[in-house]
């Protein structure tokens, strides 16, 4: 009897002699199951096979409702495409910079391995982009959609601004100005105004990612492009064509009646209102260095039209003639389109802004 019982129940000191046989007896239970589970029977191997086929489905039921259908199958369709066409005669240099969207709305067919470049026209207000613009958008091959981010909505964050970014360039943006199957440069106009400086590090962030490149529009002469601010603000609340405003015309009628306001300047903070415009301009265009640019200047398109040969050649799109149907507004010396010229002349004379008294152009 007594040595059954020492079988039953080890010795143990004091009091705690009932907990020690029960870790005794868990402890062997263990010991139990540890050594059934090398024989590693079928049914087990089946139940943890199951249980982890379930957990992977359910996971990749999750991604794909997070992700959404149309975009995993948006990314598949864009890598195979990539895949099928011959990118071989593409310098290694130009590869970030060229794509091949799969627009949602449409097939872009026979042309899906045309490559596509990206561009966005940065400038500001009546520096001649809207000129500019027509004429990039003559060109067969290049889609230009406008001032897309003049809607505060598109532009009263970075997350709206990314996502209309993406649209556009996704081809799925439609204008006017869309070409579809065939585009081979797609782009927008962008004032710096319009959520640009606000978001300028986020932005340049895109442009580098996606292979965005900038084409820098601006004017020289900031008097000229003050005239002609003012001349437009002073129509767009009379409205002198039919009660109709309109920024840009078609006819040499319309221009003349717009251009014969002849605003008149305040001298005594002229100078100021100048230097608030340049420094605005170049604070812009030292944060946006980082991405992959041309600037052109207004004032060299008028002067010489070669100069879109360029443009052309940095969007690698073929050279052609390009034809815009804007007449322009103020084609007279700044002498005559200015009211108070005499202050203004004496106001500018003798400083760093003195150039813009004297520099002109014919058209």
Known sequence: MGGSKAEEKPAGGGGGGGEDWWCYQFGNKDALIVKS????????????FAMTMI?????????????????LSRIVKIEVAEQLCNKSAILHSEVHFVHY????????????????????????QRSGSGWFETLLNSHM?????????????RRSNISS???????????????????????????????????LVANHADIADYFNRRGVSAIFLFRRNLLRQLVSQLANNHDRYLKQLNGTHKAHVHTAYEA?????????????????????????????LENLKSINHITIYYEDLIRNRTKLLDVLDFLKV?????????????????????????????????????????ADYRI
Not at 107 to 120: I, L, M
Request: hydrophobic share 30%; aromatic share 8%; net charge positive.
């Open 101 to 124: 969207p799969q627009p949602i709305t449409y097939s872009r067919s026979e042309c899906k391995c045309t490559p596509v470049r990206f561009f966005a026209i940065i400038s500001s």
């Open 256 to 284: 003349s009646i717009l251009a014969r306001y002849k605003p008149r300047l305040n001298t005594t903070s002229l100078i100021r209102s100048l230097k608030q415009v340049d420094d605005y301009t170049r604070d812009a």
């Open 161 to 195: 601004i990314t996502k209309t970014l993406d649209k556009v360039y996704n081809l799925d943006w439609n204008s006017s100005a869309s070409k579809n199957e065939c585009t081979a440069a797609v782009g927008l106009k962008w004032m710096l105004n319009q959520g």
């Open 37 to 48: 589970s090398k024989k590693s029977p079928l049914p087990l191997r089946m139940v943890v």
């Open 318 to 358: 073929p050279r052609s003639k390009l034809v815009s149907r804007h007449v322009k507004i103020h084609t007279k010396p700044l002498s005559e389109q200015i009211e108070n010229w005499d202050e203004v002349y004496n106001a500018l004379n003798g400083t760093q802004y003195e150039s813009f008294l004297n």
């Open 141 to 153: 091959n290049v889609s230009s959609n406008g001032e897309i981010f003049s809607s505060k909505e």
């Open 55 to 71: 957990c992977g489905i359910f996971i990749c039921t999750m991604c794909m409702k997070q992700l959404g259908s149309d975009s």
